[in-house]
Every structure is written in C-alpha cells, then in structure tokens.
C-alpha cells in the first residue's frame, strides 16, 4: 500500500522513489482531483482486494463480485498505463550509497508490455 500512496503522491519526486503523473496542468482542482484519487483507489484495491486474495487461504467471492473486483483493477491499470513516470534529478541521487543512479523513467524505456509489431497483427 506504501508504494501506491509514494507512486501517486503530489510531492515532488526524490532519489529511487519516482512518481506517477497524470498529463495536464497540475495546478487544476480536476488534476489533483484524479491524481489523489488514484493513489487512494491504488492504495485501496491493495488493501482490501490484493492482500484479502493473497492472504487468505480461500476467499468467498462470488462471480460477480470477482468481477467487479477486476474491473477495479483494470481501471486502476489504464490509469498507470496513462501516467508518465517523474524521477528526481540526478543530483539529488549523491547521497544514495549503491544506489544505480540511472533516472526511473531510462530504467523503464523498451519494457512496455503493451508494445505490439507488425509481426502481431493478422494480414
């Protein structure tokens, strides 16, 4: 849950804990309206829905409700998907010993799964 509130969070970012940001102005009431609530609806979907799956011996979901819940999770997905990931300038990384000092976002380039090629898609 930590992660989600850090990811999210309307701070500015700081050594090896980047963040998650929206596009647009984020002076707007309605930008900080969705970027704390996406840290919140993360931060919520861990706790009750991620930690009850995984913590539980059996859960009791129903059809539907297992539905809902990955809907949830699919929401919560695009979300992530839309973001553009904000490291903190190399300098404030001096002080982190054995820490790689690459930027968050040069560790991400070329991993996206949703990458499709020609080669993918029917003739």
């Known amino acids: 849950m930590d992660l989600c509130m850090q990811a999210f969070d309307m701070k500015d970012p700081v050594a090896a804990k980047p963040r998650l940001r929206f596009d647009g102005d984020r002076n707007t009431p309605s930008w900080r309206a969705r970027q704390e609530g996406a840290k919140y609806l993360a931060a919520g979907a861990f706790l009750a829905l991620r930690n009850v799956a995984a913590h539980e011996d059996e859960v009791t979901w129903t059809e ?3 539905l809902e819940h ?10 992530i998907e ?3 990931p904000r490291s903190a300038p190399l300098e404030s990384w001096s002080g982190s010993a054995g820490m790689d000092r690459k930027p968050y976002t040069e560790h991400c380039r070329g991993t ?3 990458t499709v090629n020609s080669s993918m898609l029917p003739s």
């Open 64 to 66: 539907q409700e297992a």
């Open 70 to 79: 990955l809907a949830t999770l699919s929401v919560l997905a695009r979300w």
């Open 82 to 84: 839309q973001c553009t």
């Open 112 to 114: 996206s799964s949703t």
